[in-house]
């Protein structure tokens, strides 16, 4: 266990177990320095970077700013709109243009699935990938593994459950290849218009009835209902959505079992999750948040004693 | 090449209480002084001698820190293998106080150059002293010197040193290696 097995971070479906690890040991030390007063540290100060946002980020984005700015990075931003995009230039020549003025990692978040592994393929740099369409978004699934660990402990065969829109969800298919590589089973939930029909190829359970699937559950990850990526009606109604699918807090009691509640956000209260189960004890929502900044360091820290 | 054998148990433990005596000598009751070991080398040396003083010292007020200058090195990026951290531990405010630097060997200064960068996130120290077991004289990089020295080596700089502890070695010792890596 000395260096990452892989050069850029495209999907969790690319990092073996070692690599979770050392991530997850690496986001310790990050943790406790971004917990000191003075939350700075000097080893990324000749690394430039470019955030490149095709796509809507409040939480992901401010981490990943905060966590070059923790290492001392320095970072430019893009984001699609009011860009050359739209005057017809491509992915390729835009991330060509922004390196060829000495930027040494990329971390783009992008709407077409796969747009980070084909960048990967076609550009000559580090490329951290911060969602991609309905693929992958790794370092969320880091960090929900990490903020889980550091509540229950190892995943060796603990049962966790992901619930909602599985099928338009980065945040699932990254989560579902991260807890398995811990050890971890997975069960996912939700109506089943919105659960793929091959899911069952990636050795994970089905359960269309949500109490049931939280009975064996040590923890519970809420999925938002992705309406900007749905073409068509899934469900009947969002009401009837949340009478099956909503974790309220009497879901939640009538289960004789402490069950972590997780949310990649941004959470819509009411609808997958109440505001009362959200703002639980049992909820790590915030944790979460905060272990992403220590994560993000983790992996450029990383990927950046790769760079030649 | 064997290695050659620069200190055993029983004169480290001489130097150790020494070291010890100094300190109590030079920082009268330790309520301004504490000690914050480098880590991972430095962690053990620093147990040992704050276990002396605090045998020695009517009011146990001395307190350890321990200080990981990982991400303030110099060769980030520079060698082959990635830097792996250890933890920092310091529960205990450092402003005005004067801060003893432990660290077992003394060889370039560039650890000490990290150390002193990294201490300043906790707080702005009194003054900064540095300690260390081992001083392989000549072939410093940077214009530091330590304020209490075990004893002075000299040594190529193609040569390692290397020390052991009971806690984690089996034996208290101080080995001189020959071109080793």
């Known amino acids: 266990m000395s260096n990452l097995s892989v050069d850029n971070l495209l999907g969790i479906k690319y990092l073996n177990k070692s690599d979770l690890n050392l991530i997850f040991k690496t986001s310790d030390n990050f943790k406790e320095i971004i917990n000191r007063k003075i939350k700075k540290v000097p080893s990324l100060r000749d690394v430039t970077i470019a955030n490149l946002f095709f796509e809507n980020s409040t939480r992901t984005k401010l981490s990943f700013e905060l966590a070059q ?14 860009s050359s995009i739209s005057k017809g230039e491509t992915l390729i020549d835009t991330v060509n243009n922004i390196l060829s003025m000495k ?9 077409n699935p796969g ?27 880091l960090l929900d593994a990490y903020s889980l660990i550091e509540k229950i402990g190892d995943l ?20 579902i290849f991260a807890y398995q590589k811990l050890g971890a089973n997975v069960t996912v939930c939700g109506p089943k218009s919105l659960i793929p029909k091959s899911i069952e190829s990636l050795n994970v359970s089905v359960e269309t009835d949500f109490r049931k699937a939280l009975k064996n559950s040590d923890a519970v990850n809420m999925l938002r209902i992705q309406n900007e990526r749905m073409s068509n009606s899934y469900f009947p109604s969002i009401r009837e959505y949340v009478q ?23 959470i819509n209260r009411g609808v997958e999750i109440t505001s009362e189960v959200a703002d639980s004890d049992q909820a790590i929502i915030l944790d979460q948040v905060e272990n992403g900044v220590a994560i993000r360091m983790a992996i450029m820290y990383l990927l950046a004693a790769k760079l030649k | ?24 000598e030079d920082h009268n009751l330790f309520n301004d002084t504490v000690l914050i070991a480098i880590q991972p080398r430095g962690g053990l040396l620093a147990k040992r001698i704050s276990n002396l003083i605090n045998k020695h010292e009517i009011n146990n007020n001395l307190k350890l820190g321990f200080l990981d200058i990982t ?40 650890s000490i150059r990290a150390a002193l960068n990294a201490i300043q996130s906790f707080g702005r120290p009194k003054a900064i002293q540095l300690l260390t077991l081992i001083d392989r004289r000549f072939s410093r990089e940077l214009p530091i010197q330590p304020d209490y020295c075990g004893t002075q080596v000299d040594s190529r700089l193609n040569e390692k ?21």
Request: hydrophobic share 40%; charged share 25%.
């Open chain 1, 244 to 266: 099956q699918y909503g974790l309220t807090m009497s879901l939640l009691n009538s289960i004789n079992k402490e069950i972590i509640v997780m949310h990649p956000g941004p």
């Open chain 1, 115 to 141: 747009a980070s592994v084909f960048l990967s393929k076609n550009v000559d740099s580090c490329i951290i990938n911060a969602g991609d369409g309905t693929h992958e978004h790794p370092t969320q699934a």
């Open chain 2, 71 to 110: 991400f303030f090195r110099d060769d980030f990026r520079r060698s082959e293998k990635v830097l792996k951290a250890s933890a920092t531990e310091i529960d205990f405010t450092i402003e005005n106080k004067t801060v003893v630097l432990v660290d077992d060997v003394l060889f370039t200064g560039r």
């Open chain 1, 103 to 111: 930027v040494d990692m990329i971390v783009m978040r992008h709407p």
């Open chain 1, 156 to 175: 060796k065969n603990r049962n966790i459950l992901i619930v909602g829109d599985i099928m338009h969800s980065r945040v699932a298919l990254s989560n």
């Open chain 2, 161 to 181: 040193v290397i020390v052991n502890w009971d806690e984690n070695d089996g034996e208290d010792s101080v080995y001189l290696y020959k071109n080793k890596k």
């Open chain 1, 69 to 82: 700015k923790r290492l001392s990075a320095d970072i430019v931003n893009f984001s699609s709109s009011g």
């Open chain 2, 1 to 24: 090449m064997k290695p050659k054998k620069i200190l055993n148990a029983n004169e480290i433990s001489t130097i150790l209480h020494r070291l010890s005596f100094q300190l109590i």
